[in-house]
């Protein structure tokens, strides 16, 4: 087999690229010939097609198969039993009929965060909700964790967080017209996305519901004058080339210009840097104008004296959240297997840390265990620990919960930013860190779920 040489486009949160199949039925990645900053994730992709975790059938816990649904000792502990799909569909009809039953349809919450898939069609989260809907609804979410706090404070500043989040101003007007950018919690390069959407069938197979959402689409810009192929030209193509959209603009900008003439949607009509709004609500940890409310975890609390080092979970370099950690970029940049904790040579040397250690990072909720990195990047009192490592617990430990594979959600606390935003803050936590001394626990996360095979391994 001299496998399928030609290449297949597609498009991720990562950018677009193409696929080709391997002799031996993997696949290579190619960027898009005119990306000119390809993504290095992209080398996390082809990994992911045979990877050990990537289950071939359905499967339901052994537990929860023989005795029902129910609180159960051997959650995240027992095997798996594999199912063929229409048994598996039939237990999941029936626990839902079950729920609703009993419990009625705010019982049944409606999760599926959405960042698996990119596009229209295939997002997880609209397919999940439309078909919750056919059945009486759910209960939902509001927001997210990227940009929950954002969401729910702009419009009462500037009336709008739209227009912020997805009309900033241009990188060139930034370019030529700022001395210094001040960003909070960074501007990473890598959090490009296509922006989601989601139907259900109505009748029609996967490619109906392209054809049927291309040809809205190119109606809605052939109706602004552009030129567009139709759904077979653009088939055939394998991809077509938008209009390029003005290389300047500014936020806000007609308000700049004239804010009486073009006021923004906030009670005044202008930016409320202090919001009566937001006053009037009472909140103790959210007023309605900036004030400095001492957080719980900082170097300054008295809980430093314990937990003495500053940590910052920042998203990570080498994969987008948690996803494909599997891949090839994540996995090289691990420590002993483990991800890696960023600690000052200073706070290393106090502690009798060297570089390439395996550490526990721990504090009064947890523990992970990571690979030590020193670097004087960081200042003293600071260590850094990216999000994302996909969570291994070690049962029984007796220090407390411990992730063997490096994950901080261990380490940080589950509380919102404030009253009115309801926005995570697990970026930051009081920590100790020592050497790791004995044997290591061993890894699990990489392997197929017990009881269940991998995809590789299907008949």
């Known amino acids: 087999m001299d496998g399928d040489r030609r290449t297949f486009p597609t498009t991720s949160h990562w950018g677009a690229y193409g696929v080709r199949v391997d002799a031996d039925g ?66 999941l009809a029936a626990e839902l009929n079950r729920v609703r039953r009993e419990h009625g349809n705010e019982a049944i919450f409606g999760g599926s965060y959405g960042w698996a898939s990119a596009g229209r069609f295939h997002h997880a989260q609209s ?8 059945i009486g609804g759910f ?40 001395e210094l950018i001040v960003a909070f919690g960074g501007i990473p390069a890598k959090n490009v996305f296509v922006t989601p959407g989601g139907v259900f069938t109505q009748g029609r197979d996967a490619r109906g519901w392209l054809v049927h959402l291309y040809a809205g689409w190119r109606a809605d810009l052939v109706g602004r004058g552009i030129d567009v192929p139709t759904f077979e030209e653009f088939w055939a193509a394998g991809e077509y080339r938008l209009p390029a959209g003005p290389s300047h603009y500014t936020l806000f900008e007609r308000f700049r210009a004239d804010p009486d003439a073009n006021p923004l949607a906030t009670p005044s009509g202008r930016i409320e840097i202090v919001s009566a709004t937001v006053g009037s609500f009472g909140y103790p940890d959210c007023a309605g104008h900036p004030v400095w409310l001492e957080p719980t975890e900082w170097l300054g609390a008295p809980q430093a004296a314990v937990h003495p080092l500053h940590l910052i979970a920042n998203q990570p370099s080498t994969r987008l959240h948690s996803q494909l950690d599997g891949g090839a970029v994540s996995q090289a940049a691990k420590i002993a297997g483990r991800e890696a904790v960023r600690i000052h040579p200073t706070d290393a040397a106090a502690r009798g840390i060297a570089g390439g250690d395996v550490v526990r990072v721990f504090n009064e ?37 411990l992730c063997v594979h490096g994950n901080p959600n261990v380490l940080t606390a589950d509380v919102p930013t404030s009253r009115l935003s309801q926005g995570c803050v697990g970026q930051h936590a009081l920590v100790e860190i020592k050497r790791w001394v004995g044997e290591l626990p061993p890894l699990t996360v990489a392997a197929s779920p017990p009881g269940t095979r991998p995809w590789s391994a299907r008949p």
């Open 26 to 91: 993997g696949i290579t990645v190619v960027p898009h010939p005119d990306d000119p900053a390809p993504s290095p994730l992209l080398a996390n992709v082809p990994g992911g097609l045979r990877h050990p975790t990537r289950v071939a059938r359905p499967a339901v816990r052994r537990g929860w198969l023989e005795g029902g649904p129910g609180p159960a000792d051997g959650r995240g502990r027992e095997e798996f039993v594999e199912l063929d799909w229409d048994e598996a569909l039939d237990l």
């Open 127 to 134: 397919q999940l909700h439309r078909f919750l809907n056919t």
């Open 139 to 178: 209960t939902g979410s509001r927001n997210s964790y990227s940009n929950g706090t954002s969401t729910v404070l702009l419009p009462h500043l500037v009336g709008s967080a739209d227009a912020v989040l997805r009309a900033a101003s241009s990188w060139p007007t930034i370019v030529e017209n700022t």
């Open 365 to 401: 909720r947890g523990g992970c265990l990571a690979g030590a990195v020193l670097t004087d990047d960081l200042r003293p009192g600071v260590v850094q620990l990216p999000t994302g490592a996909w969570f291994d617990p070690l049962d029984d430990h007796p220090s407390g919960p």
